[in-house]
């Protein structure tokens, strides 16, 4: 059984940065692990992804801004974000899974969530 716990939100202005934290319980080496996020009215999302080969993958609307990163022997993964914009304000989750980690179907494992909120 691996529990996600997220730290590291808040309220930024715009072109600001934050760095999430995910402490992971649990052997979570054999896993895909990731960063989505759902802002109000909209569905979940993927952001970033890292795999188990260490093969990242980020959306298009993050890409250069986002980075995703683990400490294995911190058992903790990372997003690093730095210039914010309005439209990052969302609830951010992290997530464990067994393949891919692509959509909410991949995930078997899921953070209670933390709030990202960028002003303009």
């Known amino acids: 059984q691996v529990q996600l716990v997220e730290s590291g939100g808040g309220s930024v202005q715009a072109g600001g940065s934050l760095r999430l934290s995910c402490a992971a319980t649990g052997y979570t080496n054999r896993y895909c692990m990731a960063w989505f996020r759902q802002a109000p009215g909209k569905e979940r999302e993927d952001v970033a992804i890292?795999?188990?080969?260490?093969?990242?993958l980020y959306r298009t609307s993050v890409q250069g801004r986002f980075t995703i990163s683990k400490d294995n022997a911190k058992n903790t993964l990372y997003l690093q974000m730095n210039n914010l914009k309005a439209e990052d304000t969302a609830m951010y989750y992290c997530?464990?899974?067994?393949?891919?980690?692509?959509?909410?179907?991949?995930?078997?494992?899921w953070g209670q969530g933390i709030q990202v909120t960028v002003s303009s």
């Open positions: 997530a464990a899974g067994g393949q891919g980690c692509h959509m909410d179907s991949d995930i078997s494992f």
């Open positions: 890292l795999d188990t080969d260490g093969t990242t």
